[in-house]
Every structure is written in C-alpha cells, then in structure tokens.
C-alpha cells in the first residue's frame, strides 16, 4: 500500500489535472471527474481543496501568472540598464506564455467568464506585476518615475496584445511581440507626467 501524498501536493496535482484536462477539453468541456482523473485524486479531494471548477480555475490562474512572474523577475539583471532589463523580461515572459496555448487560451479568456469572481482574480494579477513594473524601473536609472495608472495601462496593453495574438491563432509568435511591448513602456516611462 502506498503512502497518501502530502496536503500540499495534492492542490498542486490537481492544479496540473486541471491544467492537462483543460488542454485536452478546453475548460467549458472539463468535468471534476476530468480533472480528478489527471490528478490521481478522488473527488472528495478535489472539493477540499476548490468549492467548484470556477474556484479551481482562479487558483490556476494565480498559479500560472505567478510563475510568470518568477519568469519576469529571474529575467532582470540590475547590472545592466533599465532599457535592457525591459526587453530581456519582456522576452522571457512572452516566450514562457508562447510554450501552452490552449493553457494560455484558458487563461486570458475564459478567466473572464467567470465573471466579477474571474475580473477580480485578473485584476490581483494585473495588480502584482504593476507592483513588480513599478519596483524595477523606479529603482534602476530609468530618465523619469513610473506612476502606477501608468503601469497598469502598460499590463493591460501588452495583454490586449496577447490576447489578439491568441485570437489570430499566432501563440507561437508571442515572443515576437517583446519589441513592441519594450517600446510600449519605454515610451511610458519617458513620458512627461501630467
């Protein structure tokens, strides 16, 4: 008889079962019984973890924009200059986006379909990396201070971006985007404030 895995890695096994059905299914076609079965959990499990699919896609959702984020930080190098730290982080996370469409599908879009519940996980993401945008350039040699409206439109843009891309079926092409983003928030920061 084997040994029950811990708590903790039963959240994340069904976290990745979601992941996998949702690739295989696309997420209006995932059941609980899908996701159970890819994580080798009963569904008791599942509903001690997540009061329903809509909660289990909120918490991968938050899973993977964080490590998105940990790509964003690893990606900064303080040595060089704010400009370069820019276009390497925007590279690498855009890259790290391109590796799972149908996930990355899932994520952008039908994260929005769960309504105020979904807009809100969104906007926490959205929130932690205009923290994040704010904390790198104010503190490198950047010609001006970033405000956070500022950097929040930034994320939205680059995002909006991302999303077209998904709509034209171009994920691949995502790390393509790295320019037009980079110019994006140069163009921010040396901004005059208004």
Known sequence: MSEEPPVADHRSRLLLGLAHAVAANGYADTTIADIVREAGVSRRTFYEHFDGKPAALIALYESASLR????????????????????????????????????????????????????????????????????????????????????VAVIGGIHELVLQALEQDRAAALPELAGVAGHLLRAAVQAPAS
């Open 68 to 151: 998105g984020l940990r790509v964003l930080q690893d990606a900064i190098d303080p040595a060089r200059d704010w400009q370069t730290q820019v276009d390497q982080a925007l590279g690498a996370y855009l890259g790290s986006l391109a590796q799972n469409p149908v996930l990355l599908r899932t994520l952008f879009v039908e994260i929005l379909g769960l309504g105020a519940t979904g807009l809100a996980a969104r906007r926490r993401v959205h929130d932690f990396m205009a923290d994040f945008m704010l904390e790198v350039i104010n503190a490198g040699q950047s010609p001006a201070r970033l405000q956070r409206p500022t950097a």
